[in-house]
């Protein structure tokens, strides 16, 4: 190993997270927490298997050897799935990418790195609510409480917008837009994209009722956060942890009237359970795409794959098509303007 980069694993790790996907990548506090998770994860599994401390971690000890024991050591010790392995490995590549243009030196480790295949992830079907085990969920707070109230308004404006968790947490008073001919909200997805998604007449609503409760005063701050909590007389923003803990409870609760409410309910499923209901529909997968913010069109195309029953009812409805040429054709076939309406784009 060149002497000049002996014990320089630090300095790399620090330009990689502070200045490289900051500045130049230009990523979000949330991505660059992920390789930073990534990294901390690779420490832990030197520490743990190796017994290697912190501060003697040099590039010597990254091979193609190491890593892959330390993305089977994820998947024992950690029960992480294979999509969250192939994660890890895409994170350190990365940084190795980064490290061996910072230093050529190190160009023998990245390519001995990138070596390593990314395992074959067998896709489950997706999972979504009903729309009964949705109301069911939905039916549980009792509004009379102030909390409840809040956590009621969370779930239905969760899956009103189709928003990633942390895009709804991050939601601050001044993403709110209800003085518009179309009410909206402004969500903050990844790479800090911002997308504008119409609210429902309900979740206004909803809205309204819930600012009337948490955010009273005229004098409002726009930078304040629409959720929040309160902790020795201070406003904070609430957690993932906070929204997990009432979701759950509500689920079980749930549960004993509705069969249909899944035996594990999160706040991801929210976002799931709309788009499916959407594209139940008949929204088109390239509209769904917008609603929630991907991408690419290949995540989205987890949605057509999920309901088997959905391709039954087709075949069924081909089937009367040749038997019936007068059977009725939905009003938002071929009807963009009622298609966008539909979607929450218009």
Known sequence: ????IEGAFYKYVRGFLTVYLPRNKCYSINTIK??????NLFRFFLLDQKKITFTKITFDMISHDSVYEFLEWLQSSRSCSISTRNQRLAALKSFLHYCAMEEPSLTAIYMDIQEITA???TKKRVSYMSQKALKSILAQPNVKNKFDLRNRFFMIIMYDT???IQE???????DISLDMDIPCIYLTGKGNKVRAVPLMEKTVLHLKEYLKVFHPTDSKNN????????IKGKKGAMSPDNVSLFIKKYAEQARFSCAEVPQKVHAHLFRHSRAMHLYQSGIPLSYIKDFLGHESSTTTSIYASADT?????????AAKLDSNSNTEIPVWE?????ILKLCGLK
């Open 119 to 121: 395992l074959r992830d």
């Open 34 to 39: 992920a390789y930073r998770d990534t990294i």
């Open 168 to 174: 709804i947490l991050d939601l601050k008073l001044r």
């Open 1 to 4: 190993m060149n002497k000049s």
């Open 309 to 317: 029953t959905m391709i039954r009812d087709a075949l069924e409805k």
């Open 223 to 230: 930078n304040d956060n629409l959720f929040y909590t309160v």
């Open 334 to 338: 071929d009807n963009e303007e009622m």
């Open 162 to 164: 189709g928003g990633r």
